[in-house]
């Protein structure tokens, strides 16, 4: 790593407020991560830093250890689990502490049950809340969207992974590089595991084709962060064209992770929103299907809203209809699926069409994209010839921030469980205050009409109740608190943040984009917690100006 790279980030946290997060990425185990970590520990100690090593794994690496010579190491906590003692990071003790910068190794590790958090990325995010930089570690075959392609790279399964956006919110990423070769000889010396493993590691997981097929997917992943960040400032806008993402998911599909991951890359190629959609068929009412498969379907779910999806549920007996009524609706311009079963002699006698038949014949100009089970691109249906231009009336939307369009009047806190129905009026109400009562009774007549559809009150603590508005000029948005949970709605996390969003009709892209905002805004785990403890109106604005504020300094950096 040159010192121009470490000069930046001491710059960076000079001058930030918030702690800031670089990531040494590589490609296997070996590289010189975490000597490159010590290395820069020491450099910013030189420059009157103050550095501490949070957690460093040697693994029994002399030249791994030496390097930790000469910084300070805070302490281990440690835990019983099953009767055998481990050791962890002490987080608690790296925030008392309270560093300037803390050095935190192997940032996807998965914590011992029953301590602060699951995983070690969950407690480097707290580490950053409170102000202190970190620097950690991370092998790319970590990354949740990529789980399927490196198991069909290399044949491994990575048990444990961490969503995309960890690596994507991080202020700085180097690639810490290393010809396959020279690495086969590192671990020939000795350098990265103990001798009696050196010929089996050798003989399997690092063959040069793995290794190489490791280093390629690492020098992709890192090109699309940095194509990622060059465009974000000055295409934001082309993020609410009508080119968004769509998963479709089945409650029962058995390749419903790959499609959300393939769905996720896609997305990020293409600098758009997307969304997972599950459609419920009469006959797959929650008490129409097993406890299994509700339990497969509700982990379903939850991992596309790790992955960044904005998660629907749409009730529909014609689930090929649901799914391109939904395209339209949200702007959609392609849609992932899984390949179907094939349609019984019967049906296909009888001249009917599967689920997916009717996707690709679709007239809506979407792009349709099938994957087998393996996760190749079975079939695809380009969009066709595009139709000549027409005038786009719609005017651009003006990129508001969350905290432009909430006011201490449009936020309510109930402390006492609470039903739906009385949340929802309340916050079109609210969103409406000093509005006429035919708005108000039009907003409330929509947002019932949404949700019947199916319900935008989420498995993962969270609602969007939304509905797009005659009489409308700008976006309105309320905010609820449910400290008590919503008695009515079946989640398996209590609902405690609903977003209610009204926006005019004659704008659908205003709908998107308030949307994503207050998606990212969930995403948010330091503003989620300052939400969540939030006891009056005042509080929680004061919470959405700070995560606001903090959005805008990381742009500007």
């Known amino acids: 790593m040159s010192d121009g790279a470490a000069n930046s980030f001491l710059h960076l946290i000079r001058r930030a407020q918030r702690g800031r997060l670089k990531v040494y990425l590589g490609y296997c185990a070996g590289v010189g991560k975490t000597c490159q970590m010590l290395q820069e520990g020491h450099r910013l100690k030189a ?43 002490d987080t608690a003790a790296v925030l008392a502490r309270k560093p300037q910068v803390a050095l935190i190794d192997e940032l996807a590790h998965t914590n011992v049950p029953g301590g602060r958090n699951l995983k070690r990325y969950e407690d480097v995010q707290d580490i950053l809340d409170a102000g202190i930089h970190v620097i950690t570690t991370l092998n790319v075959q970590h990354l949740e969207s990529l789980y399927n392609t490196v198991e069909s790279a290399v044949n491994v399964k990575v048990r444990e992974r961490l969503p995309d956006s960890v690596l994507g919110g991080a202020d700085q990423i180097v690639n810490i590089d290393l010809s396959t070769e020279d690495l086969q000889r590192r671990l020939q010396e000795g350098k990265i595991y103990p001798r009696e493993r050196i010929e089996t590691a050798l003989g399997n997981f690092f063959i040069r084709s793995n290794l190489e097929q490791l280093r390629e997917i690492t020098l992709r992943e890192l090109a699309s962060q940095i194509d990622l960040r060059r465009r974000e400032p000055e295409s934001e806008e082309a993020t609410f064209a009508a080119d968004q993402v769509l998963v479709s998911l089945s409650s029962r599909g058995p390749n419903s992770e790959m499609l959300l991951r393939y769905a996720s890359r896609l997305a990020g190629r293409l600098n758009r929103n997307w969304y997972a959609l599950y459609v419920q068929t009469p006959s797959e009412e929650p008490v129409a299907i097993d406890a299994a498969t509700q339990r497969m379907l509700a982990g379903t779910l939850t991992l596309a809203k790790q992955l960044g999806a904005m998660v629907f549920t749409y009730k529909g007996e014609d689930v090929a209809d649901t799914i391109l009524r939904f395209a339209r609706e949200y702007r959609v311009g392609h849609i992932v699926v899984g390949h179907p079963a094939p349609l019984p002699l019967r049906k296909r006698l009888l001249g009917q069409q599967g689920v997916v038949d009717r996707l690709v014949n679709n007239d809506d100009g979407i792009t349709v994209v099938v994957l087998g089970a393996k996760g190749e691109r079975a079939a695809t249906a380009p969009a066709p010839a595009p139709a000549p231009p027409q005038v786009n009336t719609e005017p651009a939307p003006s990129m508001p921030q969350l905290a432009d369009l909430l006011s201490a009047e449009r936020i309510i806190v109930w402390d006492e469980p609470v039903l739906k129905e009385e949340v929802l009026n309340a916050l079109a109400n609210a969103a409406l205050k000093h509005a006429d009562s035919g708005l108000i009774a039009q907003a409330t007549r929509k947002i019932w009409e949404r949700e019947q559809q199916g319900s ?24 609820g608190l449910t400290h008590a949970g919503i008695v009515d709605v079946a989640t398996e996390k209590p609902v405690e943040l609903v977003f209610l969003i009204l926006t005019p009709i004659q704008s659908p892209s205003a709908q998107l984009q308030v949307l994503a905002l207050a998606s990212r805004a969930v995403q948010n785990r330091s503003l989620v917690n300052g939400l969540k403890t939030a006891a009056t109106p005042e509080q929680v604005i004061h919470a959405i100006q700070a995560w606001s504020e903090q959005q805008q300094n990381n742009a500007q950096d």
């Open 456 to 479: 935008t009150f989420f498995n993962e603590g969270v609602a969007f109740p939304h509905a797009r508005m005659d009489g409308m000029d700008t976006p309105r948005v309320a905010l």
């Open 47 to 89: 420059d009157g830093v103050d550095v501490v090593v949070g957690l460093v794994e040697t693994h029994g690496r002399e030249d791994t250890a030496k390097l930790v010579e000469g910084l300070e190491v805070l302490p281990r906590a440690r835990q019983e689990y099953r009767g055998v003692a481990l050791e962890e990071m």
